[in-house]
């Protein structure tokens, strides 16, 4: 089709089941529609979204010779690639296609006002037709992937995704910023369910990686940049300790950067005493026939823990999370070291002993005597050190007695936060992050791995707190979302992109320091020097269109003329003929 | 002779096309190997398609998944075998043969359109067991408006062979004596992702199900709150239509209970607890609503900020108890219980116009004969033991066998989604090494 042809349009009104047709008069909107200008066909559907709706689309095109469409059905961040996708198959170039929501955006917040939801409606499908008759076909690119995938971290979830990725038969480059591999995991004396040392889980996979031949290993080393974009980023690795750098091109890359223990300063009495310790700490003692009391090296005969230390605290920044792995793995350590201790005692809140055998860890616990103790959390347990010596009070809920311990080592289920450098990191990979401190994924429910970077996935706890056996099953799972990015070989690109107007741009490099992206850049070779856009960087946001005094740039697919369009159909919809009068 | 082991390396059989099987299917897929993906049911979509909201963001279930579903089906390297069951497999690692009988549908999938007419004119209706069988359904039918793919299918123990559909389809796509058929592949790997079915809630007596029409098990509230439901998401009583002011949810019904053979937590119930709670606030704000439960396991990503919201914004009341016999009001239907609340000791004598059971999980029906015919060990519950949870966790007895979504463990959607594309990984591994991985 070309940009001259006078445009028909066609209009699909969804009922969505009920969900839109429930408020809004559905079969109203599609007829009003029908008489607005260049729209040639308009109807209206169950379901746009289904096969049938799809099918419907593809026909009309056809059918009516239409060359742009309008669905009114839900949001586009839920439908507009599926609907692009249809327009395609039916022959149109993606970008002739225009969604309207009249679904979050009306049925769902009118839901007591139907027939006024009715009237926005139409005033919506008004001015996106009015946009639709305005919009431009828009090319297509692809690039090529480098086949070479970037792992940073060099914990569990970093030597699983390591190794998958190069056991599938592509190279990979693993960064971890201390001088070992292994992360936390190597450290820690006892795992669950199974009984093993965490050295033994990773010693062999660590071995694994350093003997592939197509792993390259930077230890005691950070990524400091990261240009470029999906399939193509440049990555520069600098040794914490040499200072030197290295430059690597890769076309995938994988997040497992995981957690620190919280240290619990002002919890507990935890700076009070060596025999207040994080889990983390009991963990990574060496391991011994008695359990030695850090303060004067005697054998241990009571033991206590407390649960959810710096997890579930409503209200507390990046402490409302629940650590997930905590009530496993203190339950799995109460039952092992109460065989060399006399008395165990647990303070929870809640027992969350949810994975599979774990549920048999905490009934053991308790045949063995481990009492288990639930406190409020309004009324959190007090602890205080005297002369060396740790005493706890707390108000057991169940029994409503205010109850006294004197442990000679307390243990605090600390949480799971993230690294440090988290925010560093965030920033290099242009990553988000949830209230939990730790990334956001593309989506928390059906696309956990990947980002909103396109290239860049997160596994392990990166992604959220959670145990080592399901970081395992994460870093495969983002492997293979590496792995078929590399194996495709090439990957389409955003297209709808700034684009300069070397004619009317007076090179004040306004948009240069106004885009956030580094997309935007002077290309010297043009006389005189002009802006210019690298498009496999641009996310399309506009600031430096808006930020150009000389209105040289243009945002394809958000025209001015477009925008226009539309505020003119909201605000004279007379002037369009076959409007509706009002 | 021909080296048939070739395609056998470049093909993977996914059995259960729910999320986790589809996930698995599409990560093979995008890598290059070409997908078999066999469902039971004559559509995609599993368990996923018949939730109303999900937790902990409230996304619309059947909205976020129908890309999904229109993504696996028009992939160039997924062949889908909707309504077929494995019948055979013979074979190890890399070389496979699988038997797989499709089910007779008694309508041509290359021909229908899903337009519908067929089911328009069909005079047979039964109990839709899409919504729980709350609703009806025609005998020649979709299992729900997004079905990929979107072709009808003849319930053969429902029609009367009256022959109204055939008459109408304009395609001639309905064949009323069409037969099973068999079809044999050749693959390298089989990924089981099965799924899971719900706890019978039955066989607790004590809750009274079955009995009592107001109590309800939560699948069964998912449809009735749902727009697409049999009642277009009016949540009402099932005994007299009126919406109901006090609403109870009992957790742990079937999960973590040695003396019902299901030791072992859920994972998901106490989620889908407080988030049908919330939905149920959301229906109707005046509406008292109170969880009933053992521990609120609230550990995945968002999820302890979700409960904390149904506490503190959608006003959710929490009682930790288990609940005693329910007695059901002869005349209001009303339903009443003692439970003791355990955090203050008081025992507290409720009555609710609702109840609704919040069983837990078990593995598919279908899981026990797979594995048998697999020679997979299986948990006393009947789950699939995997090789090892820090070094094999998608690995079987059967090294061309590997396991995802709920098929080796109860599982929520994020966890089902990431085993999907890690056994895709484990799958393109073992076959892109030739089997020697």
Redesign the interface.
């Known amino acids: 089709m070309t940009e001259s042809e006078e445009p028909r349009i066609g209009v699909f009104v969804c009922h969505?089941?009920?969900?839109i047709a429930?408020t809004v008069d559905v079969e109203r909107v599609a007829k009003v529609a029908a008489t607005f200008p260049h729209v040639v066909f308009s109807t209206d559907e169950?379901?746009m979204?289904?096969?049938?709706g799809?099918?419907l689309i593809r026909d009309k095109i056809k059918e009516h010779g239409l060359n742009r469409v309008v669905v009114a059905s839900?949001s586009p961040r839920?439908?507009e690639?599926?609907f692009r996708r249809v327009v395609e198959e039916g022959g149109l170039n993606r970008y002739l296609y225009e969604q309207v929501n009249l679904r979050e955006h009306v049925s769902w917040c009118h839901m007591h006002e139907p027939e006024a939801a009715t009237e926005k409606a139409i005033d919506l499908v008004r001015m996106s037709v009015a946009r639709a008759a305005r919009l431009e076909s828009i090319p297509v690119k692809t690039v090529q992937v480098t086949p070479r995938a970037l792992v940073v971290g060099g914990g569990?979830a970093g030597l699983r995704a390591a190794l998958?990725i190069a056991?599938?038969?592509f190279e990979v480059v693993l960064v971890e910023k201390r001088p070992q591999l292994g992360g936390h995991v190597i450290h820690w004396t006892h795992?669950f369910?199974?009984d093993?040392s965490g050295r033994e889980?990773v010693s062999?996979?660590i071995d694994e990686v350093m003997d592939h031949d197509l792993i390259t290993v930077y230890t005691d080393s950070k990524v400091t940049a990261l240009d470029g974009y999906i399939g193509n980023f440049d990555i520069t690795i600098k040794s914490n300790k040499t200072g030197e750098e290295h430059k690597v091109k890769v076309g995938a890359v994988i997040v497992a950067t995981g957690f620190e223990p919280f240290k619990p300063i002002g919890y507990y009495a935890y700076e009070d005493s060596p025999d207040i310790m994080t889990l983390a700490e009991l963990q990574e003692m060496p391991p011994s026939d008695e359990l030695l009391r850090p303060s004067d090296g005697k054998p241990a005969k009571k033991l206590a823990f407390i649960g959810c230390v710096g997890?579930?605290e409503?209200g507390v920044k990046g402490h409302?999370?629940?650590s997930?792995y905590c009530c496993s793995a203190v339950a799995k350590a109460a039952s092992d070291l109460k065989d060399r201790v006399d008395e165990v005692v647990v303070l929870y809140q809640?027992?969350?002993?949810?994975?599979?055998?774990?549920?048999?860890i905490h009934r053991l616990a308790r045949e063995k005597r481990v009492i288990f103790s639930k406190y409020?959390p309004d009324e959190r347990p007090e602890v205080w050190v005297k002369r060396g010596k740790i005493t706890m009070r707390w108000r057991d809920?169940?029994?409503?007695d205010l109850l006294e311990f004197k442990p000679d080592i307390l243990v605090l289920a600390s949480a799971m936060v993230p690294p440090e450098d988290v925010e560093e990191i965030a920033k290099i990979f242009s990553l988000t992050r949830?209230?939990?401190g730790?990334f956001n994924?593309e989506?928390?429910?059906?696309?956990?791995?990947t980002t909103h970077t396109a290239g860049i996935m997160i596994a392990g706890v990166a992604?959220?707190?959670k145990n080592?056996?399901?970081t395992?099953?994460?870093?495969?799972?983002?492997?293979?979302?590496a792995?078929?990015l590399l194996?495709?070989g090439e990957v389409e690109i955003e297209s709808t992109v700034a684009s300069v107007n070397p004619d009317v741009c007076s090179s004040c490099h306004t948009c240069i320091t106004a885009c956030p992206y580094g997309a935007m850049s002077i290309d010297e070779s043009h006389d005189p020097p002009v802006a210019h856009v690298t498009e496999a960087k641009c996310h399309g946001c506009g600031t430096c269109a808006a930020g150009c005094p000389s209105g040289a740039i243009t945002m394809l697919h958000s025209t001015d003329d477009q925008i226009l369009s539309m505020v003119e159909a909201l605000l004279m919809p007379a002037q369009m003929s076959g409007g509706e009068a009002r | 002779m021909v080296d048939t082991n070739n395609d056998a390396l470049k093909s993977i059989l996914v059995v259960g096309g729910g999320?986790a099987g589809m996930q698995a299917a599409l990560?093979?897929a995008?890598?290059?190997y070409r997908v078999y993906l066999v469902e039971k049911n004559p559509s995609i979509g599993g368990r996923m398609a018949a939730l109303d909201k999900?937790f902990?963001?409230l996304?619309?279930s059947a909205?976020?998944?129908?890309?999904?579903l229109?993504e696996v089906?028009r992939h160039p390297n997924i062949e889908l075998l909707t309504y077929s069951e494995v019948e055979h497999v013979q074979g190890t690692l890399g070389d496979m043969r699988v038997r797989v009988r499709r089910k007779a549908r008694f309508v041509d999938e290359t021909k229908c359109?899903?337009?519908?007419d067929c089911a328009r004119e069909c005079p047979v209706e039964v109990p839709n067991e899409f919504d729980e069988g709350l609703g009806f359904r025609k005998a020649i039918y979709v299992m729900f408006?997004?079905?990929?793919?979107?072709v009808y299918t003849i319930d053969s123990s429902a029609c009367i062979r009256c022959k109204r559909c055939v008459r109408v389809c304009e395609r001639g796509a309905i064949d009323l004596d069409m037969q099973d058929s068999t079809v044999e592949l050749h693959v390298g790997v089989i990924i089981l992702s099965t799924g899971y079915r719900l706890f019978d809630v039955r066989k607790y007596p004590r809750y009274g199900y079955g009995r009592y029409p107001n109590v309800i098990t939560a699948m069964e509230f998912e449809r009735l709150i749902n727009?697409?439901g049999p009642t277009?998401?009016h949540l009402i009583r099932l005994t007299d239509g009126a919406v109901p002011k006090r609403i109870a949810f009992i957790q742990c019904v079937g999960a973590?209970d040695v003396k019902k053979g299901v030791?072992?937590?859920s994972?998901v119930c106490c989620m889908y607890g407080v988030k049908n709670a919330v939905m149920a606030r959301e229906h109707d704000p005046d509406a008292e609503v109170s969880v009933y439960y053992a521990?609120?396991?609230?550990?995945?990503?968002?999820?302890?900020?979700f409960y904390?919201m149904a506490r503190?914004r959608f006003g959710v009341n929490f009682v930790k108890g288990r609940v005693g016999e329910i007695i059901e009001d002869p005349e209001t239907q009303n339903l009443r219980f003692e439970v003791e609340d355990?955090?203050s000791?008081r025992i507290l004598n409720v009555e609710h116009d609702l109840v609704v059971l919040c069983p837990g999980l078990q593995p598919a029906d279908d899981l026990h004969r797979l594995a048998e015919m697999l020679g997979l060990r299986t948990?006393e519950d009947g789950?699939v033991e995997i090789r090892?949870?820090?070094?094999a966790?998608?690995e079987t007895d059967h090294p061309g066998v590997l396991v995802c979504g709920c098929a080796?463990?109860p599982k929520d959607?994020?966890?089902s989604?990431?085993?999907?594309?890690?056994a895709?990984?484990?799958a393109?591994?073992l076959l892109?090494?030739g089997g020697a991985?």
């Open positions: 969505c089941g009920h969900n429930g169950m379901f979204c289904s096969d049938s799809q099918q839900c839920m439908h690639p599926t569990i998958d056991d599938r038969g795992m369910p199974a093993r889980v062999p996979m997890s579930r409503p409302e999370h629940c997930r809640d027992v969350r002993t949810y994975g599979r055998g774990h549920e048999e409020n809920v169940l029994a409503d949830s209230s939990d730790f994924p989506h928390i429910k059906l696309a956990p791995l992604q959220a707190a080592a056996s399901e395992v099953v994460d870093a495969s799972g983002a492997a293979a979302k792995a078929a194996a495709r | 999320v990560d093979a995008n890598q290059g999900t902990p963001t996304d619309c909205c976020i998944l129908t890309p999904r229109s089906a359109s899903g337009c519908g408006p997004q079905s990929t793919p979107n727009a697409a277009n998401g973590r030791p072992n937590c994972r521990d609120i396991r609230a550990f995945g990503k968002g999820f302890e900020e904390e503190s355990t955090l000791g948990s789950y090892d949870a820090l070094t966790p998608l080796d463990g959607i994020p966890d989604v990431t085993a999907g594309s890690a895709a990984m484990r393109t591994i892109s090494s991985k």
